[in-house]
């Protein structure tokens, strides 16, 4: 290279980090205005017993947010989570998210409780930051007293390296929530590494076995085998099992086999809006006609 091809080299790499940067501060800006514009929607998708009498109920539903953008349309998770999580915009969206999952798991509830049905669980992310902030005990008893949802109707979801961060930490904090009568499960499992001493510490409830486990569990033996170990652990350790991403019904029996206990995936549905759950999945006769059961 030329002095001079290098200095403009070295140009045009900070220009890029300039627009680089410049991006984010937008997409910054940008969701903190979504916020107060209430451009945030919750989709939620339904979990499904696997074996016995759960066997094709409705057991749980996972709220996940979506960004609803005046010009892009439906912007998904991982596209904003992130940068949320960078710029700690995501303690206000959390917050948001733990109220409006409450709210409509209360309403939920009421609707079934109607049809002399049992209520169904809502499950809610909770990111790396939000755990760490000092808030988060506060903002769960706020919004299940605000709902009026109660709180065994509750789950919040953590991953392993949440968790394992600071444990001794995360073990006070835990037992606390599970205290106030939250149930806790850890998202994505096998992902990360966990200490077998601390799982069986932690007040936990429920694996939820990560998807990248179960793609291939009919045809590699090598995936069989750590979703087996992880049903297994988790039934030595007394914790329910979810499988996470199952989109076939070799995938389903497999998991049936093995005694995972439900399963979460596109084969049932994909997430979708409040309007949309409400009218296929929430009442039996209607989730029959919809094929789910
Ligand atoms: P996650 O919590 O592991 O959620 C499951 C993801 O897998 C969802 O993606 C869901 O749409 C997708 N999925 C479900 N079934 C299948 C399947 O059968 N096949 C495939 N290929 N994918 C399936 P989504 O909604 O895009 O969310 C991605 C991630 O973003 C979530 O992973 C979670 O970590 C995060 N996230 C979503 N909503 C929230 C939230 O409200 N708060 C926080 N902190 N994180 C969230
Ligand atoms: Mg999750
Ligand atoms: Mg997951
Ligand atoms: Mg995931």
Same mark, same amino acid.
């Given at each position: 290279?030329?002095?001079?091809?290098?200095?403009?080299?070295?140009?045009?790499?900070?220009?890029?980090?300039?627009?680089?940067?410049?991006?984010?501060?937008?997409?910054?800006?940008?969701?903190?205005?979504?916020?107060?514009?209430?451009?945030?929607?919750?989709?939620?998708?339904?979990?499904?017993?696997?074996?016995?009498?759960?066997?094709?109920?409705?057991?749980?539903?996972?709220?996940?947010?979506?960004?609803?953008?005046?010009?892009?349309?439906?912007?998904?998770?991982?596209?904003?989570?992130?940068?949320?999580? %960078?710029? $700690? =915009?995501?303690?206000? @969206?959390? *917050?948001?998210? &733990?109220? #409006? +999952?409450?709210?409509?798991?209360?309403?939920?509830?009421?609707?079934?409780?109607?049809?002399?049905?049992?209520?169904?669980?809502?499950?809610?992310?909770?990111?790396?930051?939000?755990?760490?902030?000092?808030?988060?005990?506060?903002?769960?008893?706020?919004?299940?007293? %605000?709902? $009026? =949802?109660?709180?065994? @109707?509750? *789950?919040?979801? &953590?991953? #392993? +390296?949440?968790?394992?961060?600071?444990?001794?930490?995360?073990?006070?904090?835990?037992?606390?929530?599970?205290?106030?009568?939250?149930?806790?499960?850890?998202?994505?499992?096998?992902?990360?590494?966990?200490?077998?001493?601390?799982?069986?510490?932690?007040?936990?409830?429920?694996?939820?076995?990560?998807?990248?486990?179960?793609?291939?569990?009919?045809?590699?033996?090598?995936?069989?085998?750590?979703?087996?170990?992880?049903?297994?652990?988790?039934?030595?350790?007394?914790?329910?099992?979810?499988?996470?991403?199952?989109?076939?019904?070799?995938?389903?029996?497999?998991?049936?086999?093995?005694?995972?206990?439900?399963?979460?995936?596109?084969?049932?549905?994909?997430?979708?809006?409040?309007?949309?759950?409400?009218?296929?999945?929430?009442?039996?006769?209607?989730?029959?006609?919809?094929?789910?059961?």
């Amino acid at each position: 290279y030329s002095k001079e091809s290098g200095r403009n080299a070295f140009h045009f790499f900070t220009a890029d980090m300039n627009a680089r940067v410049l991006e984010r501060l937008s997409l910054e800006t940008s969701l903190r205005r979504a916020l107060e514009r209430n451009e945030f929607v919750l989709h939620f998708q339904p979990q499904v017993g696997l074996i016995g009498e759960q066997r094709d109920q409705l057991v749980g539903m996972e709220a996940l947010v979506r960004w609803q953008h005046p010009d892009l349309g439906l912007v998904a998770p991982g596209r904003f989570i992130p940068v949320a999580e %960078d710029c $700690g =915009l995501i303690i206000a @969206l959390g *917050e948001w998210v &733990l109220r #409006e +999952s409450c709210r409509q798991a209360r309403e939920w509830q009421l609707i079934r409780e109607a049809q002399g049905l049992s209520p169904v669980p809502v499950a809610v992310n909770i990111s790396a930051l939000q755990f760490r902030h000092s808030g988060l005990e506060a903002s769960v008893v706020a919004a299940l007293a %605000d709902s $009026g =949802l109660p709180p065994q @109707l509750l *789950e919040l979801e &953590l991953t #392993e +390296s949440i968790m394992m961060q600071d444990a001794e930490r995360a073990l006070e904090l835990l037992d606390r929530l599970k205290q106030r009568g939250v149930s806790l499960s850890i998202d994505d499992f096998g992902t990360g590494y966990s200490s077998l001493a601390y799982l069986k510490r932690f007040p936990i409830d429920k694996l939820k076995i990560d998807r990248t486990f179960v793609r291939d569990i009919a045809t590699s033996a090598d995936d069989a085998t750590i979703a087996a170990t992880i049903v297994n652990m988790a039934r030595s350790l007394k914790l329910l099992v979810l499988a996470e991403g199952v989109e076939t019904e070799a995938q389903q029996a497999f998991l049936a086999d093995l005694g995972c206990n439900y399963m979460q995936g596109y084969l049932v549905s994909p997430p979708v809006g409040a309007d949309h759950f409400q009218t296929t999945y929430l009442l039996p006769a209607i989730a029959a006609e919809a094929g789910m059961i």
